[in-house]
């Protein structure tokens, strides 16, 4: 079974500019969540989506957004981008919703701002 | 005080060695304890799973959960080279609630 896969890989983009991230999970599983990972502030929760619902959303500005498809696929925007969202994007992907399930992250999206 | 503290090291142990990685935390509502193994270049991947106190063994793994003094512990025995890669813990309060996760320690198993 494939694993959770997230395009693209590798994106250098510039301030003001606004990017879009792609994450496909594994087959079958419905809940997708969005981390992002910096060395200052480690790995901080973005938001997680279920059945195209966001059920859970961490401590990020408006500027981030996300939606999940009807396929489970799911994108994360943000735009105005500032030089503090240069990160590693991690998505995860778990069948079912809530902490029982085993979430299973792709490799990330290493995003720089310039 | 951040909600979870994790020193981020470097550690370096010899092969074969004993290893001892913990957080601290400070909301006393974490139910929740897990351990995620991230290579370099890759996503994190679950270690170990925890539901309240007590401890959890698989394989040569350990993790350890005290309540009481808001810490836990992952104990690695039999290290290898293979194990090095930064460990994250992370914890939550239940139900659907989101993960807070430690910054993560950087562990090297030298041959």
């Known amino acids: 079974k494939a694993g959770v896969t997230q395009t693209p890989r590798y994106l250098i983009k510039t301030r003001g500019q606004q990017v879009t991230l792609s994450c496909s999970p594994i087959s079958g599983h419905r809940s997708v969540s969005w981390y992002q990972q910096t060395p200052g502030q480690g790995l901080q929760f973005l938001f997680e989506y279920f059945s195209e619902t966001q059920r859970n959303k961490g401590n990020f500005p408006g500027r981030f957004s996300g939606r999940q498809f009807s396929n489970s696929r799911s994108e994360m925007n943000v735009s105005t981008l500032e030089l503090g969202d240069s990160a590693l994007y991690l998505c995860a992907s778990s069948f079912g919703a809530g902490l029982g399930e085993t979430q299973y992250f792709g490799p990330g999206t290493r995003l720089l701002v310039l | 005080q951040k909600e979870v503290e994790q020193d981020p090291g470097p550690l370096s142990v010899p092969e074969g060695a004993i290893v001892s990685l913990n957080c601290t935390y400070s909301?006393?509502?974490?139910?929740?304890f897990m351990w995620y193994r991230q290579y370099s270049r890759k996503g994190p991947e679950l270690l170990m799973y925890t539901y309240s106190s007590g401890n959890k063994e698989d394989g040569r793994f350990t993790a350890q959960v005290d309540k009481s003094s808001k810490y836990i512990s992952l104990f690695i025995r039999d290290s290898q080279p293979s194990d090095s890669a930064t460990y994250l813990c992370?914890?939550?309060?239940?139900?659907?609630?989101?993960?807070?996760f430690g910054k993560g320690t950087k562990l090297t198993v030298n041959p």
């Open positions: 909301n006393s509502a974490f139910q929740y």
């Open positions: 992370a914890m939550a309060k239940g139900g659907s609630e989101k993960l807070v």
